[in-house]
């Protein structure tokens, strides 16, 4: 929890300081990739995190990513110009590529499954936390001390952690020769991975879709995943083996987790756009009526163990997908004259949705894995919701882009918004309908066999 702390507050606690860093370092033009630098890092490093955590071991690979971002906390707090701390950036977000996958995997390592989901949702609130209190800390830091501080705090939990990992967690020592690295593996599926990632950020935006620059990279990228796939599926060891989404209890949780990052992304983008644009309130209650999302999800997800060991992963995931669905169709009934209050009690609802569907789904592909692919099986899951992420994202900008105009504060205006956002909440509702689909597609499975598993926990699982 401390680890993911990092990850976390970083996430959202940059936000509120980028002005004040940009008057400081002199370059408006360049915070965008505050963000999009430790997107893209974060993205890209995390199959790769969690496929070599199963070859080198977790403990190492979290100890790294916990120096990662010690070392680029470091860089951003002593940043001298823009250039310099967005180099820092890219460092948390190799970080946080290794924090999040790894910390998962530990967790389905070192408890039962009955445990696991009640330990995912406290990992889960730590995210709730974070949205509260990481834009909260960024303003007080930037407006009444120094925006450095937003980096110098995490130096403290950076120790903490890793002490914390030395002293208190115990891997397992394994036997036999260690599985070679798939080094051209890893440099096709990160220069192609890149390439989308940055084409979908930044398309719209720093370049038109169907300009040259845009077609280039997405040309180059389907080139380099292309070449990446032919070459893992003849490799005997893989960085990311793509046979393992053959089975269907990891295939769809991956498609359920890509979803899950267009649908978070979508409404975290464009609920407070709404709620500031078109209801007139300002940045503080617009966040709360997302913040809600963020309360719901871990909410569901610390009691999602009780539910998927009577019903079973499947039905589950359908009791999600639904609530995610009831809860997209909700926000189409939001208009000009609806209250913040209406907008938090939908939003609560998906995120109990996604707390019954999202982790049941991770949890059942970890389970599925052997000890020796539950890395790399978590890593994929979190990369392809960082990639719906991105999709969302560009997706939901160029519907709204189309349909409005850009105010004096660059956030879109205009008397299309309101339409624009109802377009954006369609595509929501649609995209949940195919993930009460893909719910539907997981493997049947029984309780009593959950209750089997528990009773006989992994043998090769580490201990604390």
């Known amino acids: 929890m401390l680890s993911t702390a990092l990850v976390a507050l970083d996430a959202t606690i940059i936000a509120t300081a980028s002005s004040t860093i940009a008057r400081d370092l002199g370059s408006f033009a360049q915070v965008p990739w505050l963000f999009s630098a430790y997107l893209l890092a974060q993205a890209v490093s995390t199959p790769l995190f969690g496929r070599l955590a199963d070859v080198l071991g977790r403990k190492r690979l979290m100890l790294a990513g916990v120096g990662f971002f010690l070392v680029g906390s470091v860089l951003c707090g002593a940043a001298w110009s823009m250039p310099a701390l967005i180099v820092g950036r890219v460092l948390q977000g190799l970080g946080a590529g290794a924090v999040m996958p790894v910390s998962l995997t530990i967790a389905a390592d070192i408890y039962t499954l009955e445990e696991r989901a009640k330990t995912q949702g406290y990992l889960a609130s730590v995210w709730a936390i974070s949205s509260v209190v990481g834009p909260t800390l960024g303003g007080v830091f930037s407006e009444f001390i120094s925006w450095r501080w937003i980096f110098w705090i995490n130096l403290p939990l950076c120790f903490a952690a890793a002490a914390m990992l030395v002293l208190k967690y115990h891997e397992s ?14 440099a096709l599926l990160t220069g192609g991975s890149t390439l989308v990632l940055l084409g979908l950020l930044e398309g719209g935006t720093s370049w038109a879709w169907m300009s040259v620059p845009s077609v280039l990279i997405f040309v180059t990228a389907v080139l380099l995943l292309a070449a990446f796939a032919a070459h893992a599926l003849r490799s005997a060891h893989p960085i990311l083996d793509l046979r393992l989404l053959r089975r269907r209890v990891i295939g769809v949780p991956t498609a359920v987790a890509l979803l899950v990052g267009v649908i978070v992304l979508g409404l975290s983008t464009y609920v407070p756009i709404y709620a500031q644009g078109v209801l007139g309130v300002g940045p503080l209650i617009a966040g709360f009526a997302l913040a809600a999302m963020t309360v719901g999800w871990p909410l569901a997800a610390t009691n999602a163990g009780r539910v998927y060991l009577n019903l079973g992963f499947r039905y589950t995931s359908m009791i999600g997908s639904a609530l995610v669905l009831v809860g997209t169709g909700l926000t189409l009934l939001l208009g000009e004259n609806s209250t913040v209050f209406m907008i938090g009690a939908f939003t609560f609802v998906v995120g109990l949705g996604m707390g019954l569907t999202a982790v049941p789904t991770l949890i059942a592909s970890q389970s599925a894995a052997a000890f020796t692919e ?18 969302g994202v560009a997706v939901c900008g160029a519907i709204v882009n189309a349909r409005t105009t850009v105010g004096p504060d660059g956030t879109p205006a205009g008397p299309g918004l309101m339409a624009a956002v109802h377009v954006v909440f369609g595509l929501l509702f649609l995209i949940a309908a195919a993930l009460v689909v893909l719910a539907f597609l997981m493997p049947a499975d029984h309780p009593k066999r959950h209750t089997a598993q528990v009773e006989h926990p992994d043998e090769a699982a580490t201990t604390v």
């Open 173 to 186: 020592a394994r036997g036999g020769d260690r599985e070679p690295i798939d080094h051209l593996g890893a």
């Open 374 to 391: 539950r890395g790399a099986v978590t890593g994929v899951n979190m990369f392809a919701r960082s990639l719906g992420s991105a999709v």
